[in-house]
């Protein structure tokens, strides 16, 4: 109860917070495109290499169903596999697109998926399609019909409003600062000594080329500001606080 009412609070002083952030001076914004488990490499190539995975196991069960001229289990297999694949890497784990915006106060930003409205149409499409299937099923069946269905109607409900989500999250600036960068890549962590308030850090995302400006503009309202650069992933989880202050 007691923990409940801590977030409660935090939530209503975040909430201020934002509305200060984004009343301040704007210095400075910048977008990227981020992988969905990340911007490490690591994760890239594991997200894509899991895809490929896929396609090759729906070609290794499609081959060693073929019987004699016969290729249709073939083809279903590599169908099925090829479409949970694509499915799965540019729906449920498509790229993150973020729009940052720094002000004297703080940053806020968006986040939200890079789907195009197209999937989001074909998405619904085939849910309701999914939905009077299972309506077709139970009128000519019954009751019965949901017993073996019953997953399948609830993710067709669940996804005939599929649509486009931005979530916006955001930093509010206090206390003295390390930021700290992974060399070459998109991760960085701002890191805040005041640790008494999860939205005083957070994990940001820049194209490398973009960070040095990035960190001037930074510089410039927290002077005491330190930059550090790590070389692996896990240097981060030395400095790796709560993430960034989510809005509901």
């Known amino acids: 109860m007691t923990q409940h009412v801590g977030l409660d609070r935090e939530q209503a002083e975040w909430e201020l917070h934002e509305q200060e952030i984004k009343e301040a001076l ?3 914004q910048w977008q990227i495109r ?11 190539y ?9 396609v090759l196991m729906g070609l290794l069960v499609g081959w060693l169903t073929i019987r004699g001229d016969d290729w249709t289990g073939f083809w279903v297999s590599n169908s099925v596999c090829l479409f949970v694949a694509l499915f799965a890497r540019f729906l449920w784990f498509a790229d993150y697109h973020y729009h940052y915006h720094l002000t004297e106060k ?13 999937a989001y149409t074909v998405v619904r499409t085939t849910a309701w399609i999914g939905v009077a299937v299972c309506v077709l099923a139970a009128a000519l069946i019954g009751p019965l019909a949901f017993v073996g269905a019953g997953a399948f109607a609830l993710m067709s409900f669940s996804m005939t409003n599929f ?21 070459n890549q998109e991760v960085i962590e701002l890191d805040s000594s005041d ?5 005083y850090s957070g994990r940001l995302y820049c194209a490398p080329d973009e960070k040095s400006c990035l960190f001037e503009q930074l510089q410039s309202v927290l002077s ?15 400095y790796d606080n709560e993430s960034s202050f989510h809005s509901k």
Do not use: D
Not at 106 to 118: A, D, K, L
Not at 195 to 199: A, D, E, G, Q
């Open 46 to 54: 594991l997200l894509n290499g899991t895809s490929i995975f896929v």
């Open 195 to 199: 640790v008494s308030r999860s939205y």
């Open 163 to 183: 649509s486009a989500k931005v979530s916006i999250y955001g930093i509010y600036f206090g206390g003295s600062y390390n930021i700290v960068h992974l060399k």
């Open 106 to 118: 703080g940053i806020y930003y968006t986040q939200q998926q890079v789907i195009s409205e197209n």
């Open 224 to 238: 005491e500001a330190k930059v550090i650069e790590v070389k692996r992933p896990k240097e981060l989880l030395t």
């Open 26 to 28: 704007e210095i400075y």
């Open 34 to 44: 981020v992988g969905a488990w990340g911007a490490e490499k690591s994760g890239r």
